[in-house]
T-cell receptor
Framework: SAVISQKPSRDICQRGTSLTIQCQVD?????MFWYRQQPGQSLTLIAT?????????ESGFVIDKFPISRPNLTFSTLTVSNMSPEDSSIYLC?????????FGQGTRLTVV | AQSVTQLGSHVSVSEGALVLLRCNYS??????LFWYVQYPNQGLQLLLK??????LVKGINGFEAEFKKSETSFHLTKPSAHMSDAAEYFC???????????FGKGTKLSVKP
């Protein structure tokens, strides 16, 4: 199993600014993922954070807006850049396998 | 492409009634399937999962789900709804090509007294 510590748990940010969300896993994992959950919506995959290479982004998400770092096998960050109110969502990091999935507690972001 | 479809964005039942939340998947290979529950302002909690063992899977809080390959379904049921079951429920499938989960759009369950 894996335990993921995600921070911050929530934040209120001004539009035009950036926020970096961190996820720390208590064991080495190959794959880490970042999801977004917009208000009243389901979870949508933003990107796969790869260690040692650039993140792989899903359609509709770009690196300039959501830069991701993965410096080692236990840590990743997601930055939400140049924020607008439309970025107000819950952001979650995740890891796992075909039989297990572990999520961070989520970051509830409000952009004003 | 692999997908998960949850029929009914909102289901309302009376307390004590049967809960049935529908989930269909598309996959060319046997899937790994999950049901999660999310209470208001809380994170995801795993209810149960299908990992190609028994087709009837029992989870927490009295929920169970049956994997039916012929119907490509993994519906979630509970014999008797409780007020505390009111929440959002998500069906998810493991995407082998990427190693991540694909989520359905979710079903909000309301329980009437």
């Amino acid at each position: 199993s894996a335990v993921i510590s995600q921070k911050p748990s929530r934040d209120i940010c001004q539009r035009g600014t950036s926020l970096t969300i961190q996820c720390q896993v208590d064991s080495q994992v190959t794959m880490m993922f970042w999801y977004r959950q917009q208000p009243g919506q389901s979870l949508t995959l933003i990107a796969t954070a790869n260690q040692g290479s650039e993140a792989t982004y899903e359609s509709g998400f770009v690196i300039d807006k959501f830069p991701i770092s993965r410096p080692n096998l236990t840590f990743s960050t997601l930055t939400v850049s140049n924020m607008s109110p439309e970025d107000s969502s819950i952001y979650l990091c995740n890891t796992g396998s075909n039989t297990e999935a572990f999520f961070g507690q989520g970051t509830r972001l409000t952009v004003v | 492409a692999q997908s998960v479809t949850q029929l009914g964005s909102h289901v309302s039942v009376s307390e004590g009634a049967l809960v049935l939340l529908r989930c269909n998947y598309s996959s060319s290979v046997p899937p790994y399937l999950f049901w999660y529950v999310q209470y208001p302002n809380q994170g995801l909690q795993l209810l149960l999962k299908y990992t190609s063992a028994a087709t009837l899977v029992k989870g927490i809080n009295g929920f169970e789900a049956e994997f039916k390959k012929s119907e490509t379904s993994f519906h979630l049921t509970k014999p008797s709804a409780h007020m505390s079951d009111a929440a959002e429920y998500f069906c998810a499938a493991y995407r082998r090509s990427q190693g991540n989960l694909i989520f359905g759009k979710g079903t909000k369950l309301s329980v009437k007294p």
